[in-house]
């Protein structure tokens, strides 16, 4: 059968989301627009499926489906976009008051590396002001609270790496971590809440240094 009959006649009129990425994905189309929607309408769905269960029991089905999925498309980002999946899969997070540190768990599980993961993370913030955080939580306060931290701590993400990766990769993280301090303090005044936030960041700041 026809790919685009597939996906035109089958696929898309039941809204089969997996099997709409998955012809995409086997046709070779990129329309990144196109990708992304589908991953989001594949969250969605899950959501929707677990909507009465708590909410680790709804992390724990968000992480499972984007670890069995990742595993297939996450050697091309056109089929698995990092840097949307962690911003989109953050914010629900931040509104639907899910498990903090999640996201960077089940992303650690599908194979990515720890330099790419600093990396989007690290963008991520910087482009905080663009973020749809709810409105009980002030931007800063939600990205000082996101798992940047929680990523930070994982010593597995170390654990394979030859010296010199690992050397890089702690540097990086030390720099990162520092400019966050230093943005955070800036509008401390501001929001007293970041407080901790900025002891937790200085206290890696310090692990990093050792």
Not at 30 to 39: F, G, N
Not at 45 to 64: C, T, V
Not at 138 to 164: E, G, I, K, Y
Request: net charge positive; hydrophobic share 45%.
């Amino acid at each position: 059968m026809d790919i685009s009959k597939l996906y035109g006649e089958y696929a898309d009129p039941f809204d089969l989301c997996e099997c709409k990425l998955a012809i995409v994905h086997c046709a070779g189309h990129h329309d990144p627009a196109l990708v992304e929607s589908l991953w989001r309408d594949i969250i969605n769905q899950e959501l929707q499926q677990s909507h009465l269960a708590s909410a680790d029991a709804r992390a724990q089905s968000l992480s499972s489906k984007v670890v069995s999925l990742g595993r297939l498309y996450a050697q091309s980002q056109r089929y698995f976009p990092v840097a949307f999946l962690v911003r989109h899969l953050e914010e629900l997070t931040a509104r639907l008051r899910l498990p903090i540190g999640w996201v960077a768990t089940a992303l650690q599980q599908v194979g990515l590396s720890p330099a790419l993961l600093l990396n989007v993370y690290d963008r991520l913030f910087k482009a905080k002001s663009s973020l749809q955080v709810p409105c009980r939580q002030s931007v800063d306060l939600f990205m000082s609270s996101m798992p940047f931290t929680a990523f930070l701590r994982h010593r597995t993400f170390f654990a394979n790496l030859l010296q010199a990766e690992r050397s890089a990769l702690r540097l990086n993280c030390s720099q990162a971590v520092a400019s966050y301090v230093v943005e955070l303090q800036s509008t401390l005044s501001q929001d007293s809440e970041l407080a901790h936030p900025v002891v937790n960041f200085k206290c890696l700041q310090a692990k990093f240094r050792s």
